[in-house]
Each structure stands twice: as structure tokens, then as C-alpha cells.
């Protein structure tokens, strides 16, 4: 995902987007709430929003669907395959109507189907603008898997379609509405063990080739930075509260130069704040990496590991255990969204974030690919602050 000048906005259209955009994930716009309002209206409180989901792969078919059999503000109503043989078992093991299955031909009809509120984009990265466009094109609210884009341009498109529609456009943070992290999140920006000076993040895994689109650049837009990697970057950004205003990377040696032809095998990059504080991270595809996101502080520190997983995660502070029950990440993330949608409330995790994200993404193969520190000055300042609702 190499940044280039010919596909990077000009500053005063990427600031003219983000004034838009305030209105339209952010802040609320009054000419985008009456639509908006207006849908809240028509729903009765038993009526749960209605989910397709676009791509029935792993994530979709292990996570999503599962989570939204727990959801209470929403439901799994639809889906888009281009696999006739899944279309029939999800129709089976679901009870999705004939008239909810789509394929990637037919999906523009999903604009006459009043059973489809939500659109959620499961599909490799460089497909995701494709799908977004389409989805707002056809009136619907959006979900979209991170990394939100393989480049800034098309984040930024992505955004502008949204606007333009009048509907909603949420990023897949799941750890945005999970516990342990909002519990990190929380003691980062209160400072409560003091101002945090340094943040450690590692995550990665051994891949197998199991998805061999993560390894296709076309398709991922990189390696694992764009799969793993982008975990470590949120939680030190939310643990800390601040966009940092410059990094540093470094590419780890290709254990195995034909796997990873087209992408890295791994990254490891630093993190500088405008307030001196450091964060460190790691991310690989070549070994199986102890996931743990951790916060230094003057007067103590907080840490969770393992920290990305969907289950099972574990924190603790320099005052003992968190003691955080863990929860459905992927219910807890779609149901917030709904409830956005139903109340017109912006979304804790908009497009806007993602563009940031794609942002820092690409600076960060910049410093790695040059081995210069590259600003981040001008990267979108949006955060999950702790206590927005």
C-alpha cells in the first residue's frame, strides 16, 4: 500500500471532506437527520434492523452470523455470495428469504428491499470501496470491515458516497465496545496512573496461506500491517487519546521470500506524540505473536494480553486484575451501530476514523520503505473519546 502523490486529496479537499463529514457520522447535520428521523419513526420497538452481510467467508461465517443471533437491535436478514452452494446453506441454516439472497451481480437490487437497513462490507480490502459506493447508491446504512480502504483516495470516496446518500457509515472496531479495551481507553485519557510516556502492542500469527488473498496485493493492499497490524496502531491511539505526529518503521526479514512475494512479512514501527510519549509495535505474518497491548505511566501501568483476540482476553493493572467479564465483541459492535442508526446518533468508530487509519497506515510503509521518520501532522484528528456515548 505505497502512498503516492497522484492518489493523495489535495489538503483543502481533504479538509473540505472532513467538514462534510462532521455532519454525517460526526455531529449529525440537520439536512441529513430528517431522513434519518424519519426511518427512526417508522420502526416499531419490536423491529430489529435488518443485517446483510457481503462475503460469506471465515469472519462472516464464525463471527458475524453467530453475533447476530445474539443481537437485539438487529438481525441477520440478508446475504451476498457469489457461491450458490453457501447461498443454499445459509438460506438453510438461517431462514433467509429468497428474495435477501443476492450475488455481486445482482446486489444493486438490494435498493428495493425494505427488509435491508444495514449493508456490512466482509469482503478483501481493495473491494471494499466497490461494495460501499454501491451500498450507499442503494440507500442503505453501512458497515465496513477494516482496514476501511487500500488507499487514502479511496476512503475518502467511500466518505463522499456515504454524504451524499444520507446514511450512516461505521467502521468494524469491534474492541471499540469492549470492555477491557474501553477499560484501557479509560485509564489512558483520565490519566489516571499519570500521562502515558510509552505503549508496547504486538500482534501477529504464522499464516498458513489458508486466505491467500491476505498475501495478494491487489486484493489486501499489504501484509500483515493491513490485517494485524491495525490493531496495535487503534489501541495505542485510543489507550493514549492523541494521533501521533510522526513515525518510524522498519520491515522484518521474509522468512519465506515466495509466500511473501507481493507483501511484508512483518513490521515493526514506532509511534512519536506531540508530548514526547513513544508507543512501540510489532506485527507479523512469519510467528505466532502473544497479543498484548500494554500503557506506562509515572505512577503505574495497564496492560491486557492476551489483548486482540475475539475471547478470552485478560487485563491487568500495576493495582491488580481487571476482573472485566468478556462479551460478544462482533453483538456489542452491531448493535451499538443500530442503535445509531435507530436514534440518529453518530458512531463512536465513523469513516472518518477509518480514513485515519489509512492514513497512518500508509505513512507508516512510507517510513519503513525510505527509512526516514515520516510526519503524521496532517493525519485526521479523530478519536474515541472515553464517555462518548
Given at each position: 500500500m505505497k502512498a503516492s502523490a497522484d492518489h493523495l486529496p489535495s489538503r483543502r479537499h481533504f479538509m473540505r471532506l472532513l467538514s462534510?463529514?462532521?455532519?454525517?457520522?460526526?455531529?449529525?447535520?440537520?439536512?441529513?437527520?430528517?431522513?434519518?428521523?424519519?426511518?427512526?419513526e417508522g420502526l416499531t420497538a419490536d423491529r430489529k434492523l435488518g443485517v446483510a452481510l457481503v462475503g460469506l467467508g471465515k469472519y462472516s461465517t464464525d463471527e458475524l452470523a453467530p453475533a447476530l443471533q445474539q443481537t437485539k437491535l438487529c438481525r441477520l436478514a440478508g446475504i451476498v455470495t457469489g457461491s450458490p452452494a453457501k447461498a443454499a446453506r445459509w438460506k438453510q441454516q438461517y431462514n433467509i428469504a429468497d428474495k435477501n439472497i443476492y450475488d455481486y451481480k445482482t446486489f444493486d437490487r438490494i435498493a428495493d428491499n425494505p427488509d435491508i437497513d444495514i449493508v456490512y462490507v466482509v469482503l478483501p480490502n481493495a473491494l471494499h470501496a466497490e461494495y460501499v459506493v454501491r451500498a450507499a447508491q442503494?440507500?442503505?446504512?453501512?458497515?465496513?470491515?477494516?482496514?476501511?480502504?487500500?488507499?487514502?483516495?479511496?476512503?475518502?470516496?467511500?466518505?463522499?458516497?456515504?454524504?451524499?446518500?444520507?446514511?450512516k457509515l461505521g467502521i468494524g472496531y469491534r474492541l471499540h465496545?469492549?470492555?477491557?479495551?474501553?477499560?484501557?481507553?479509560?485509564?489512558?485519557?483520565?490519566?489516571?496512573?499519570?500521562?502515558?510516556?510509552?505503549l508496547l502492542a504486538d500482534n501477529g500469527f504464522r499464516f498458513n496461506n489458508d486466505t491467500p488473498w491476505r498475501v495478494n496485493k491487489a486484493l489486501s493492499g499489504g501484509g500483515p500491517l493491513m490485517d494485524m497490524g491495525i490493531y496495535c496502531l487503534q489501541g495505542c491511539i485510543y489507550t493514549k487519546g492523541q494521533v501521533p505526529v510522526s513515525v518510524t518503521a522498519k520491515f522484518t526479514p521474509k522468512t519465506d521470500p515466495m509466500?511473501?512475494?507481493?507483501?511484508?512479512?512483518?513490521?515493526?514501527?514506532?509511534?512519536?506524540?506531540?508530548d514526547g510519549a513513544t508507543a512501540d509495535c510489532r506485527t507479523?505474518?512469519?510467528?505466532?505473536?502473544?497479543?498484548?497491548?500494554?500503557?506506562?505511566?509515572?505512577?503505574?501501568?495497564?496492560?491486557?494480553?492476551?489483548a486482540f483476540g475475539y475471547g478470552g482476553l485478560q487485563g491487568r493493572t500495576s493495582q491488580g486484575p481487571m476482573n472485566i467479564p468478556n462479551v460478544n465483541q462482533q453483538a456489542a459492535q452491531m448493535d451499538d451501530f443500530a442503535d445509531c442508526v435507530l436514534h440518529n446518533k453518530p458512531t463512536r468508530v465513523p469513516g472518518e476514523m477509518g480514513l485515519r487509519d489509512v492514513q497512518l497506515l500508509e505513512a507508516i510503509y512510507r517510513a519503513a520503505e525510505t527509512g526516514q521518520k515520516v510526519s503524521t501532522k496532517d493525519v485526521a484528528s479523530v478519536l474515541d473519546k472515553v464517555g462518548k456515548k
Amino acid at each position: 500500500m505505497k502512498a503516492s502523490a497522484d492518489h493523495l486529496p489535495s489538503r483543502r479537499h481533504f479538509m473540505r471532506l472532513l467538514s462534510l463529514g462532521a455532519g454525517a457520522t460526526i455531529a449529525g447535520s440537520a439536512s441529513l437527520a430528517k431522513p434519518l428521523r424519519t426511518l427512526a419513526e417508522g420502526l416499531t420497538a419490536d423491529r430489529k434492523l435488518g443485517v446483510a452481510l457481503v462475503g460469506l467467508g471465515k469472519y462472516s461465517t464464525d463471527e458475524l452470523a453467530p453475533a447476530l443471533q445474539q443481537t437485539k437491535l438487529c438481525r441477520l436478514a440478508g446475504i451476498v455470495t457469489g457461491s450458490p452452494a453457501k447461498a443454499a446453506r445459509w438460506k438453510q441454516q438461517y431462514n433467509i428469504a429468497d428474495k435477501n439472497i443476492y450475488d455481486y451481480k445482482t446486489f444493486d437490487r438490494i435498493a428495493d428491499n425494505p427488509d435491508i437497513d444495514i449493508v456490512y462490507v466482509v469482503l478483501p480490502n481493495a473491494l471494499h470501496a466497490e461494495y460501499v459506493v454501491r451500498a450507499a447508491q442503494a440507500g442503505k446504512h453501512v458497515i465496513c470491515e477494516k482496514p476501511m480502504a487500500t488507499s487514502v483516495a479511496d476512503a475518502a470516496r467511500m466518505i463522499a458516497a456515504m454524504q451524499k446518500a444520507g446514511k450512516k457509515l461505521g467502521i468494524g472496531y469491534r474492541l471499540h465496545f469492549e470492555p477491557h479495551h474501553r477499560e484501557m481507553m479509560r485509564l489512558g485519557q483520565q490519566q489516571v496512573f499519570g500521562p502515558v510516556q510509552h505503549l508496547l502492542a504486538d500482534n501477529g500469527f504464522r499464516f498458513n496461506n489458508d486466505t491467500p488473498w491476505r498475501v495478494n496485493k491487489a486484493l489486501s493492499g499489504g501484509g500483515p500491517l493491513m490485517d494485524m497490524g491495525i490493531y496495535c496502531l487503534q489501541g495505542c491511539i485510543y489507550t493514549k487519546g492523541q494521533v501521533p505526529v510522526s513515525v518510524t518503521a522498519k520491515f522484518t526479514p521474509k522468512t519465506d521470500p515466495m509466500l511473501f512475494k507481493e507483501v511484508e512479512a512483518g513490521v515493526n514501527w514506532q509511534l512519536q506524540f506531540a508530548d514526547g510519549a513513544t508507543a512501540d509495535c510489532r506485527t507479523t505474518y512469519a510467528e505466532n505473536m502473544a497479543s498484548r497491548l500494554r500503557a506506562e505511566a509515572p505512577k503505574g501501568w495497564a496492560e491486557l494480553a492476551p489483548a486482540f483476540g475475539y475471547g478470552g482476553l485478560q487485563g491487568r493493572t500495576s493495582q491488580g486484575p481487571m476482573n472485566i467479564p468478556n462479551v460478544n465483541q462482533q453483538a456489542a459492535q452491531m448493535d451499538d451501530f443500530a442503535d445509531c442508526v435507530l436514534h440518529n446518533k453518530p458512531t463512536r468508530v465513523p469513516g472518518e476514523m477509518g480514513l485515519r487509519d489509512v492514513q497512518l497506515l500508509e505513512a507508516i510503509y512510507r517510513a519503513a520503505e525510505t527509512g526516514q521518520k515520516v510526519s503524521t501532522k496532517d493525519v485526521a484528528s479523530v478519536l474515541d473519546k472515553v464517555g462518548k456515548k
